[in-house]
């Protein structure tokens, strides 16, 4: 990999693009956030779908899921997932889908996350900018009726923050770039 290539692939936090499909939840006040890399080559969103959740440190994720709330998966189930084939994995339902996103939904209705890939315009060489996103919707409280994220949520989010950039990073590797 050359140098620009090297400095291209460094996950970094960045704004949500106009148009994704996550912002609706950054819009209405839940914790949203969104790394995004940009590689050479063109990637298809459907082999980064594919790649994402086959990586092997998402398959550490996908085997506590099995294990923890009974929601095995498959890397076949991750290639159907990505053709468009395949509305629920693992913990998740396909929540909303274009050609460049996916949208997934976790099975308690609590967690989003984002795939995006869409082609780097004016670069001299085709590259491709993979964006990876979350969101969490606040929980609202028994009695006040007010939303809050609460204690676990703000004691994990400096892990999820490094894990997020680590998932796009195996992708990353997972695509070949």
Do not use: N
């Amino acid at each position: 990999m050359a140098a620009g290539d090297q400095q291209r692939s460094v996950v970094s936090p960045c704004e949500l693009p106009d148009g994704a499909l996550l912002r609706k939840y950054r819009d209405s006040g839940a914790f949203a956030d969104c790394y995004c890399v940009e590689v050479p080559g063109a990637v298809s969103q459907a082999r980064y779908i594919e790649a994402f959740y086959s990586t092997r440190l998402f398959k550490i994720e996908r085997s506590l899921l099995a294990w923890l709330v009974a929601k095995p998966s498959t890397d076949l189930q991750a290639a159907a997932l990505a053709a468009g084939r395949l509305d629920t994995f693992a913990a998740w339902r396909v929540e909303g889908r274009t050609d460049d996103q996916l949208l997934m939904c976790d099975f308690q209705g609590r967690t989003r996350s984002w795939l995006m890939s869409e082609a780097v315009s004016g670069a001299e060489t085709p590259a491709t900018r993979l964006y990876f996103g979350s969101a969490v919707v606040p929980a609202t409280r028994a009695g006040s009726g007010r939303s809050q994220m609460g204690f676990v949520f703000r004691a994990l989010l400096g892990f999820h923050k490094l894990y997020s950039r680590m998932l796009l990073r195996a992708a990353v590797s997972a695509v070949g770039a």
